[in-house]
């Protein structure tokens, strides 16, 4: 049993999860976040969300959060759906941040992806062109423009994010939870496999990271992924944040999630949410 109190959930077991805004089919306005088909796929499923926080005004400048989400996993609720994501709000919310979750655009280029990459090519583009748009129209401070991603979105934050330089140049700064470019063989893909070949190229996109900073979160240990990059941490100011999913949400399954795997977390008070926002404080360009 849960109750509603003012975009918060009291759940039973007696903690407050903030609740993600519902996408709604409207213009851009102030605190509502909307599902947004750009021109070139018109006539299309293909599109990605966009939400002003409630301060948004014509004529101000706001720092941008851009996100990615997992793939479709139904053992962890994961949709690999645009509308259900998570963590990009949970970073932002109450920052003042415009918060956008970007699409995978599927081979057929008319609808979006819900595992992998689809057109990656494409996928990159459509990312350019939307937060260029997002800057211009909407106030986004190119200057604060950061990139986040869960799961399969955690390895888009580099295997998409950093996919070349004109992509690459468009961060202030880099977060991944649950998973990052490089660190195990994903058999069966043409891009993650062998391990050997797939780890040498993740190397080559970490060297775009130009010295900005990165958050790397992952439930339980960061461990694995901290051996993979090694002496590339030079690269970067990596920040690495271990997550107690457990602690946090002692019995899972639960009202709120279903696994440990998981981009809600960050709806929950907890100190590792606080560490988060320590680390925004430092990141951003003044």
Known sequence: MMRFIAGIVIAASGYCMMMTPHIESAAPSAGKRVRVTPMEYAGTDVHHSLYLPPSWKAGGKYPVMIEYTGNYYPASGSTGKVEDANLGYGLTAGKDFIWAVMPFIETNHTENAVKWWGDENATAAYCV??????????????????????????????????????????????ITHDHYDGTVEWKGTYWGAPLARYQEQARGRLQRLNGRPVLVMQNGSTGVIRRFIGDMANTAPFTFLDVPIKTIFPVIPNDDIVHPHTDKWLGVPSDAKMRVDEWFSGAMVR
């Open 129 to 174: 062109r939307e937060v260029k748009r997002i800057c211009a129209i909407y106030g986004g401070d190119a200057k604060n423009v950061f990139i986040c991603g869960f799961s399969r979105g955690a390895i888009a934050v580099n295997y998409i994010g950093l996919h070349d330089d004109t992509i690459a140049s468009l961060w202030r700064g880099f």
